[in-house]
C-alpha cells in the first residue's frame, strides 16, 4: 500500500508544480458558469416592432393593449412615416400597420386584416405572427359575443359588455394553477446557473483528467516508466498508484468547484450522501476515458489534441452547453451514448429535484458502466516492457 501512494503522492506534485493546472481547474470553469451562467441567465432580449394604428378606435386600442403585454416582443407606436423610416433604417425589427377599418371589420363579424412587415432575417417573426393572430382572433369572438349577449341601448353599450367578458375571460384563464412537485422543499428549480455550473465542472474535470492521464504516456517518454517497472513494485501497484493520483486530483477539482460555485453563484448541489456518490461514479468514468484515450496515443500531444476534441464535442452533445430540449431527436438519441449526457441527468436529480441515492441509481450504473468499458480497454492496450 505505501507504494501505491508513494506513487499517487509523486503524481500530486508533478500536477501541483505547474501554475498552468489551477487557471483549467479551477479558474476557466467559473469563469464559463460566470459568463453563461450568471450573465446570460434569463437574458433574452425582445425585438423592437414598431406599432402603427390607423383606425384610431377603441378596439385598436384594446388590441394594442393586449400585444404590449406579450413576452416576445416590445412595440413602439409611432407615426406611419417614422415607422417605415425606422424600419428602412433597421432600428426597428419589424413593422405592425392596424389599417383602417379595424374596429369596423371587427363589428361586421369580420376578421380585419392587420400587416406585419419584416426583413428575412428576423427569427422572431413567426412567433409574432402567432401572437398577432391569435390576438385578433379572440377580439373576434369576444366582440361577437358583445353584439349578441345584449341588446344595446346605446351605440357605446357593447363597449361596456365587451370590457365585462375580456376581464372574465382573462380571469378564468388566471385560475390555472401550474404547480411544480419537487422531492426537496428547498429545492425550486434547475435554473441556468446551476446547468451550466454542473455542466462546465464536468467538462473542465474531463478536459484535466485527459491531461494528468497523459502521464503515463510521459513517463514512458522520459523513462520514468521503466525505472518504476524497474522496482520490486508490481504491475498492480504501479496502475493503482496512477488510478489513485487521477481520481483524487479529480475529487479535489470537483469539490473546489462546487464549493466555489455554491458560494459565488447560490448553486445548491443537493443530497450530500447522494453528490459524494454520483460525483465518485463520475471521475470514474472520466479517468477511464482518459485512460482510454491514452491507450490508443503514442504522444501527450496526441492525447491532449484527440481528448479535448472528444471532451468537447461530446459535452456538446451532452447537454453541458445548453439544455438537451432544444436539440433535434437524432441529438437527443446520440446523446445517450456520452457519459456527459447521463452525469447532467444524475446532477439534475439532486440540483433540481433534491433527489437521494435511489433516485440516481440509473445515471450512476450507466456512467459505471462506461468506467468500467474504458477502463479494461485502456488497460488492455497498456504496454508494460
Not at 522520459?222 to 508490481?234: E, K
Not at 464535442?313 to 438519441?333: A, C, E, F, H, R
Not at 457519459?339 to 456512467?367: C, Y
Request: hydrophobic letters at 50%; a positive charge.
Amino acid at each position: 500500500m505505501k507504494r501505491i501512494w508513494d506513487l499517487c503522492a509523486f503524481e500530486w506534485l508533478r500536477v501541483l508544480k505547474k501554475p498552468q493546472n489551477y487557471l483549467f481547474m479551477f479558474a476557466m470553469p467559473l469563469l464559463f458558469t460566470f459568463l453563461f451562467g450568471s450573465l446570460l441567465s434569463g437574458y433574452s432580449p425582445k425585438p423592437m416592432v414598431a406599432w402603427v394604428d390607423e383606425d384610431h378606435s377603441f378596439l385598436s386600442a384594446r388590441y394594442e393593449k393586449d400585444m404590449q403585454k406579450n413576452p416576445l416582443f416590445q412595440l413602439k407606436k409611432v407615426s406611419p412615416a417614422q415607422a417605415k423610416q425606422w424600419f428602412r433604417e433597421k432600428k426597428v425589427s419589424g413593422l405592425i400597420m392596424v389599417d383602417k377599418g379595424f374596429q369596423k371589420q371587427l363589428l361586421e363579424g369580420n376578421k380585419p386584416k392587420v400587416t406585419f412587415q419584416h426583413g428575412p432575417e428576423f427569427s422572431g417573426a413567426m412567433a409574432i405572427k402567432q401572437a398577432l393572430n391569435h390576438g385578433v382572433d379572440q377580439m373576434h369572438i369576444i366582440a361577437t359575443a358583445a353584439l349578441q349577449g345584449e341588446r344595446p341601448q346605446s351605440p357605446d353599450d357593447w363597449q361596456s359588455l365587451y370590457r365585462r367578458i375580456d376581464h372574465d375571460v382573462r380571469a378564468s384563464a388566471q385560475k390555472v394553477r401550474v404547480e411544480a412537485i419537487f422531492k426537496h422543499k428547498n429545492q425550486l428549480e434547475m435554473d441556468n446557473t446551476s446547468a451550466r455550473a454542473a455542466g462546465f465542472s464536468i467538462m473542465f474535470v474531463m478536459i484535466e483528467m485527459i491531461s494528468v492521464t497523459g502521464a503515463l504516456l510521459e513517463a514512458k517518454r522520459s523513462g520514468v516508466w521503466y525505472r518504476i517497472m524497474a522496482t520490486p513494485s508490481s504491475r498492480f501497484q504501479i496502475l493503482a498508484g496512477y488510478f489513485l493520483s487521477f481520481f483524487l486530483i479529480g475529487w479535489v477539482q470537483f469539490a473546489v468547484l462546487m464549493l466555489s460555485s455554491s458560494l459565488l453563484f447560490g448553486v445548491h448541489w443537493g443530497n450530500p450522501a447522494a453528490l459524494m456518490a454520483f460525483v465518485s461514479a463520475v471521475l470514474l468514468a472520466v479517468v477511464g476515458l482518459g485512460l482510454f484515450i491514452a491507450g490508443f496515443v503514442k504522444t501527450t500531444e496526441q492525447q491532449a489534441a484527440l481528448g479535448n476534441l472528444i471532451v468537447v464535442s461530446t459535452s456538446m452533445l451532452g447537454g453541458v452547453y445548453w439544455p438537451l430540449d432544444v436539440v433535434p431527436n437524432i441529438m437527443q438519441k446520440i446523446a445517450q451514448f456520452v457519459p456527459q449526457k447521463w452525469a447532467m441527468d444524475g446532477f439534475t436529480e439532486l440540483i433540481a429535484r433534491g433527489g437521494s441515492l435511489a433516485d440516481i441509481a440509473m445515471p450512476a450504473a450507466v456512467l459505471l458502466g462506461f468506467a468500467a468499458l474504458f477502463i479494461i480497454v485502456g488497460m488492455s492496450r497498456m504496454k508494460y516492457e
